[in-house]
């Protein structure tokens, strides 16, 4: 499933092509996806100019001026710029067709992703409501997650995966950051203290920028706006490495289930 960033590698591979482009036309082959796309999308974005695209936890946030087009990828999204005139393979639902030729075209073989039009800002909509921080913002830091936890009796891992919390912090993000700074996953929230929170924030901006850099990790189903997959998965430490030697340590790593989720942690390193 595409995570924070897989997403921002897709903002950063099509921002470039998309700046100041106007919309010509756009193709809805199966809107069909996890909210309907609206039947009137094409009149709505037809001769429109992308202003801008931005990215707000795992959304894209496509500016095209007096409206935002929100994208979601959904599990197994991607996005990629084409030729308009390319046929579409199977599970290509959706092409935004640009004023140069190209085509925006959204592949979502499982239709678990969204495309979406707010007129309103799009902070105000439904899906983005309520949401936390963005975890590379200077809001967050360690003293903003002690601050929350205080009371809070959920595992750690579990906390900082909670969207109203900090977005974009996934599964894989969070095995890695709480190795990073040394915190066992199943430690009560609320009884981290101020510095030890000081370094998993730390530990998040440092797992989510490496792994931005790599181009995300690309398990099963992620690849760029290029087609090129991401390679932060050779940087994981623990996650998916159950059984295997620790690299601080060299003990077995352990794994279990916690909130359905993979958990791998170092039951000497990690406290």
Known sequence: MPELPEVETTRRGVEPHLLDRSIVG???????LR?????????LLTGRRIAAVRRRAKYLLFDC???????HLGMTGSLRLLEAGVPPAPHDHVDIVLDDGRALRFRDPRRFGAILWTARPPGEHVLLQGLGPEPLDGAFDGGYLHGLSRGRTAPVKAFIMDGRVVVGVGNIYANEALFAAGIRPQRAAGQISALRYQR??????????RAIAHGGTTLRDFVDSTGKPGYFRHELQVYGRGGEACPGCGRALREVRLGQRSTVYCAQCQR
């Open 26 to 32: 756009v193709v809805v082959r199966d809107g069909r």
């Open 35 to 43: 909210w309907p796309v609206p039947g009137d999308l094409p009149g």
């Open 65 to 71: 001026g007096g409206g935002h087009l929100i994208v």
């Open 200 to 209: 998993l924030a730390v530990a998040i901006k440092a797992v989510l920028e």
